[in-house]
Each structure stands twice: as structure tokens, then as C-alpha cells.
């Protein structure tokens, strides 16, 4: 049992994490994001926490910077993400389409929002490693917001997920080591 409501934004998403675990969910239905369902994931950040659980796109990153918002300091927000391979049927992207395991991985693996960090990730980062401004970048980003449990991104939005969702540097330079 997930102790945490899980918003992911349509009915297919809850059917599918519903058959993964055992949580409470809503749906955010797409960008429309209700009053009603605001106020409930206003109300369940401090009584249980909320994990943010959206398709790999940028609509699904739209809502999650919406859903943060509205959770702000009242309680913890948790990112899950199940990478975009894992979730594609066909040309259709989604959470609907990831299997049991690859969602109890996501969920398993979901990081914290943290507010302020003293040891920032930096450009100088992704370039010591490769992950930005060469040949094969978006290959190594991929594997490790993969690795990390991140999702992927460009450049800026690994920066910021590393730096916001409190990865420690040694899992970092371990991970990108691994490529």
C-alpha cells in the first residue's frame, strides 16, 4: 500500500497504477486540472504526501510544476517518473501504456521536492560528463535520468530535477560513470 495520493492525469493512468499497487490516485484530467481536484491534492499534502506520476511529455511536465505549486510547503511532493520506452504503445505515450513493474520501479524510486541545496549541480556537470554539448548527449541523458529515476530531459531540465528533487552527487557521479 502507497501511503501517498498519486496524481497522474486521466482514468487509463489510474487503471494502470492500480493494477501496479495499491494507492489512493487522481486524475488531473489532462490540463484542466479542476477546482475540485485541486482542492483534494491541497488536502492530501499534509495528511499523506503527494507523488506526481505524468506521461513522459511536456504536457506532463506542465502539470507537474502545476501540481507543486499547489502542494507549495503544506506537505511533501514526490516526482515519479517511468521513462519514455517503457511507457510507449505504438506512437501513443503514456502512463496507461507502462506495465505493472515499470510503475512500482517509478513509484519505488520517486524523489522529494527539496527546497534549498548547498552542493548544486552546475553546466560545468553535464559537460564533465558528456551530458550536454557533444556527440551522443541526449543518449547519456536518457540513460541517466533513467539510472537516476529522474525521467529524461534536456539539459536545463536534468539541472533542475537534480537540484529540486535532491539527488546526492556521489548517486550522480556514480550513474554518469556507469554510461
Known amino acids: 500500500m502507497i501511503r501517498e495520493l498519486i ?4 482514468v487509463h493512468d489510474i487503471s494502470a497504477v492500480r493494477q501496479a499497487v495499491d494507492a489512493e490516485c487522481v486524475a488531473t484530467v489532462g490540463h484542466a486540472l479542476p477546482p475540485h481536484v485541486a482542492e483534494l491534492i491541497r488536502l492530501a499534502a499534509p495528511r499523506c504526501g503527494v507523488v506526481v506520476l505524468t506521461d513522459p511529455d511536456h504536457a506532463g511536465e506542465q502539470i507537474r ?3 507543486e505549486a499547489l502542494v507549495g510547503g503544506r506537505g511533501p511532493c514526490k516526482h515519479a517518473y517511468v521513462p ?18 515499470a510503475i512500482r520501479e517509478a513509484l519505488a524510486a520517486a524523489h522529494a ?44 531540465q536534468l539541472l533542475r530535477r537534480l537540484n ?11 550513474a554518469a560513470a556507469a554510461l
Open 7 to 10: 496524481v497522474v492525469e486521466g
Open 65 to 67: 510544476r502545476r501540481v
Open 84 to 101: 519514455r520506452e517503457l511507457c510507449t504503445r505504438g506512437a501513443d505515450v503514456g502512463i496507461e501504456n507502462a506495465s505493472p513493474a
Open 113 to 156: 521536492v527539496v527546497e534549498e541545496r548547498i552542493d548544486r549541480f552546475e553546466v560545468a556537470d553535464l559537460l564533465r560528463h558528456g551530458l550536454q554539448g557533444c556527440a551522443g548527449a541526449v543518449d547519456r541523458r536518457r540513460r541517466l535520468g533513467a539510472a537516476l529515476g529522474v525521467g529524461f530531459g534536456n539539459s536545463r
Open 164 to 174: 529540486r528533487l535532491g539527488i546526492e552527487r556521489s548517486a550522480f557521479e556514480s
